[in-house]
């Protein structure tokens, strides 16, 4: 039996997998052996990729749109013919409105460099990724505290002893390395705290849960800051030497006692205090996981801002068994990946969204997509007329649906490029199919880590239909728009070119699937490090924020309390699916084929619902039904759902009608985002629930 070393693509976590092949079929999926905190598991989503592979339910070939946006009436056609259809098109929209006319969205992630060279080539500076609906406000809260990006630090959970989870359900929605080291951190005596307004997975491994009313996790931080200077049980010696503007910061939490913090949240003053002293124990073998999906109210960017204050105040920002830095190849004396983007200039003109100018405390990377789509609404600043959705579905991802497809109404050409059906690649002009993860390669990628390592997708099997992988579809667009040097005969090709001058060569990947950089971990001393902001220090007063008008931390504000009869709608994901590109999935619809809705009992009780009931979830003329799971296990204030059903699309059979889609319930979500952070604020809604007659 062949094995295959390769990156699984169920989910955007890419774990490193083992498939052992025979006869050009795949007998088993495992975790890569030759990473140890793999321990050869997958996550039950990682070992359905044999089930996405036999789908006969997702594009199998490229197709055109024949009838109305959405209809769902296509025109399958060969290769040439849409690539030549999307390179026309493209070019009829950069001859009317300049290369800023063209757009690409995709997932972000470690495989972009071709695609984003492609758009940079054509010289379009409207890049967009997934951000703005998932972790941008954890990380601009890093950025302005310490210059640094969310991913520059790692999560030590293996030399840990005390764990904090807020805004975070690592036991469910799954990183499988991080499971594992977290599991053997438990064992040895790690403490775990976990912060939700629901007990889940996490909280029932934990010696110590908060349920804190929804939206409050600011209030909880605050206090928590304030003990820990009102008692003084910072590192102070940490402090003096990394830290600018403590005497701000303690004027500033001096209100927000834990007895004010009680009200707001729920929970005991008491119980507050003790865990900032359990902390100090702790410290600095502490970590505070700063959230990863924060985009959930106006204010979010403050709540991951204040965990990372409390991370800094306990010394474990850079600290082994805190949050240490990663190192690049750099930091370990090796050079980087050549890029593709090198090849072209970055384009001068100012972005759609905004970001970089009108928003200049944005990091302009990645950019903010709503902004993108209100451009495309308003043609403010410029008209973008094509877009490319690029591994993205923001018709499931973003609120308001409706208006979104609108918004797409007005664009000359919607590109969706994706192994699945989607809300998005629907409602396209051209859907241009890329094989499953197992059929395909994909670019050598760079992880930069403790001990950094260069590391590849390979194809486990050949592709069952006519699709393709990244490379041919942008080296086969790229072809046709005069950038011939993104078209590249062989994969391999491709590889040397990005290895080249670092030492390695593509055939070093076949033992394991990975090439280390360093020899082990290295852990950077944490008394030297320079942090990347103006002061070189880690800013409580950021000067990158208030230079523009913005508050380094703001005055807390109360949530808004649901009305009579309503409930916050709260969402978040299950260790059965990915977002909502996984229901139709014949193994785990087995598993899971609709969502429930989670309803305190006391609040059930009151509406006279019965666990399993169908209730009906409703919102100014817009109503969907659901089963109730009627629980002590969550807040009364918030009902919960897991998001990604609710399909509604006649080609996927499974996954039609099943359960309820949360995103159709934020009308006006589009609009309501953190200007602090830039994520959309997903759960400023209220929902009325009632038991279906
Ligand atoms: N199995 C699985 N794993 C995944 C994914 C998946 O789809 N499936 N997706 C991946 C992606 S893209 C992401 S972003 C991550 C997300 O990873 P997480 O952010 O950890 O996961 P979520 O379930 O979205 O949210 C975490 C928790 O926030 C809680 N929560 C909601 N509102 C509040 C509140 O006001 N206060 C507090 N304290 N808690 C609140 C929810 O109850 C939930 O338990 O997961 C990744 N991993
Ligand atoms: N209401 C609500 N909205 C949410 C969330 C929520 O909980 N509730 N969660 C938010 C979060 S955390 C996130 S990350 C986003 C996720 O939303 P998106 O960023 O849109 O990501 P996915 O749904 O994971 O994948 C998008 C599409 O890409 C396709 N795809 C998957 N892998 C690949 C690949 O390797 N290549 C290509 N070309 N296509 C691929 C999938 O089939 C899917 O159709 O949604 C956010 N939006
Ligand atoms: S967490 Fe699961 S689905 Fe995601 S990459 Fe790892 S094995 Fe695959
Ligand atoms: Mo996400």
New binding site residues.
Partial sequence: MEKIYSVC?M??VRCPIMASVENGRIRFLQGNPHFPAMAGSLCPRGAAGTALVNDDERPQMPLIREGARGEGRWRPVSWDEALDYVADRLMAVIGTHGPRGVALS????P?RDMHRALLRGLGSPNYV???A???RNVHHAHLSLTGLGRKDVSYDYGNARHVVLQLRNIFEAVDVQEVNTLMAALEKGCKLTVIDIRATVSAAKAQQFFMLRPGSDYAFNLAVIHVLLKERLYDAAYAARCIQDMGWLERFVKPYTPEWAAAETGIAEDRIRRFARELAEAAPNIIWHPG??A?RYRHSFYVCRTIYIINALLGAIGTQGGLPLVNKPADVGRKGLKTFLSLYPAPAEKRADGVGWRYPHFDKGPGLAHLLYKAMESDDPYPVKAYI??????L????EPERLKRIFDRLDLLV???????D??WYADVVLP?ST?LERESIIACKNALQPYFFVRRRAVAPCYDTRA?WQIVGGLAQRLGLPQLDFDTIEDIWRFQLEGTGVSPDDFAATGMVPLAPAKIYRDRDTIAFKTPSNKIEMLSSNLEKHGIASLAPYESPARPGQGQFRLT???CVLH????TVNNTLLFEQMPENVLWIHAGAARDLGIADGDRVEVSQDGCAETIRAKVTDAIHPEAVFV???FGHTLPVESRALGKGL???KF?PGGLDIWDPAGGA?A?QEHFVTVRKCR
């Fill in positions: 693509g989910c955007t995709d997932r972000g992630g495989f990724n997934h951000d609906s998932c972790a990863w999906m985009a959705a690029y591994r993205h579905d923001p499931m991802g973003f609120p969706a490029v994706t192994f699945s059906w989607s998005t690649a890329l993860y990244d969402f978040g994901r990915t977002q909502g590109h897991v998001h990604g889609a949360d995103n934020m959309i997903y």
